[in-house]
């Protein structure tokens, strides 16, 4: 008889036990959440759009998502249109369903590491053969390439490789020749790409736009969401984009564990993106001041470590120097001060002395949470010299 078995989720099982706790939640990797009062308000008519909503029928909709819908998603993209998109619920879902409709047992399957721990644990629970690409500090947490081309050639049956670009939980950012390279190594060994791009447009540098995996190589295949960039993730929407092949097989699988996505989560997620200009400059301003805030507080901090992100909503930064596990570090700051941080032993057994924070909540939380961070950094040390 085949058990199958899927590892615990380290990140989302310590956000589910303690979050809500959380008086300073910089944790959380979202650009700080619009109401649906705030996004109503992008609009010309707000008034107009409540009667909107109020008058839609509440039927399945579109299957696979409205076709206005999947026009706006695919124009985020250079080289796709609404045939190459496929809704699902959330980045999460759109990540499983891919991997659910692509990986069969015996595959192998090669993931960064840290990441979001969905992709690289769901398909070694499918029976995948799951190698891990580590992300090293002294490489800025980008993927050693050499590395990739030997676990390539090693990898039985290679039909995966998975990137997070930009990474959560490092910020790390693989640029256009970068990714081409990871493309190559790919095409010799007919495997998919699959790049979680939730994060993709928050880029620190404005002149730097992170190209999308579907853009550079023919069995590319990027997942987005509502969530991050765009401060909805109580929609719950997301999206596969990919090859006709790939979402023809997506869709297939998706009957099985979706029928559509809410009408009215598809109208709002219409809003957002007919106006991300608008949106985009709300969510940068917040991501860019409060990156400087979070730089600025880590080069006063002497003993705290971290390789600063380019993009995204998270930052890694190294408490080794305190001698303290990352999980106790983490429960101590937030019963002593109810700052929320995650600690990297989540990520995985590697990354303890690590901790993820998520500087993209209002400036007023981030600098009242770095403000307990340092109180409680103060604590520690002088718990240190006294057992001196």
């Not at 095409?187 to 736009?209: M, N, Q, T, W």
């Not at 930064?317 to 001698?323: A, E, I, K, Q, T």
């Amino acid at each position: 008889m085949i058990e199958l078995y899927i590892e615990p989720f380290g990140v989302e099982e310590w956000m589910n036990r303690y979050e809500t706790k959380a008086k300073y939640n910089i944790a959380e990797t979202c650009v700080e959440s619009l109401k649906v009062e705030e996004l109503l308000n992008l609009l010309q008519d707000p008034a107009g759009a409540m009667r909107d909503i109020a008058g839609i029928k509440l039927t399945y909709g579109e299957i696979p998502g409205s076709g206005e819908l999947r026009r706006a998603i695919a124009s985020l993209y250079n080289s796709m249109d609404e045939d190459n998109v496929l809704i699902t619920q959330g980045g999460i879902g759109a990540n499983f369903l891919t991997q659910f409709s692509l990986v069969n047992p015996g595959d192998g399957v090669v993931s960064v590491y840290p990441t979001y721990q969905q992709l690289y644990s769901v398909p070694k629970s499918f029976g995948a053969s799951v190698y891990l690409l580590p992300l090293r500090p002294e490489n800025n947490f980008l993927p050693d390439l050499n590395e990739l081309e030997v676990v390539a050639k090693t990898a039985k049956n290679l039909k995966m490789i998975c990137l997070n670009n930009p990474n959560n939980p490092t910020g790390a950012l693989m640029d256009g020749d970068f990714l081409k390279r990871i493309v190559d190594i790919a095409k010799r060994y007919d495997a998919y790409i699959l790049c979680d791009e939730v994060y993709r447009g928050l880029e620190h540098e404005a002149s730097f736009k992170t190209p999308s995996i579907v853009d550079l190589y023919e069995k590319g295949i990027s997942t987005g969401s509502m969530s991050k960039v765009f401060s909805l993730a109580g929609l719950r929407l997301g999206w596969i984009v990919g090859s006709p092949e790939v979402i023809k097989q997506c869709f297939s699988h998706r009957d099985y564990m979706t029928i559509s996505c809410g009408l009215v989560d598809e109208y709002l997620a219409l809003i957002a993106l007919k106006n991300r200009d608008r949106l985009l400059e709300r969510n940068l301003k917040i991501v860019r001041k409060n990156f400087k805030i979070l730089s600025s507080w880590v080069a006063d901090e002497k003993k705290v470590g971290w390789i600063p992100p380019k993009a995204g909503t998270t930052a890694f930064l190294n408490f080794s120097d305190y001698g303290i596990s990352s999980s106790d570090f983490c429960e101590g700051l937030l019963a002593e001060t109810g700052a929320f941080l995650v600690p990297g032993s989540a990520f995985g057994p590697e990354f303890n002395g690590w901790a993820r924070i998520g500087y993209a909540c209002s400036s007023e939380v981030l600098q009242e949470g770095l403000k307990c961070l340092s109180i409680f950094l103060r604590k520690v040390e002088g718990e240190m010299n006294n057992a001196k």
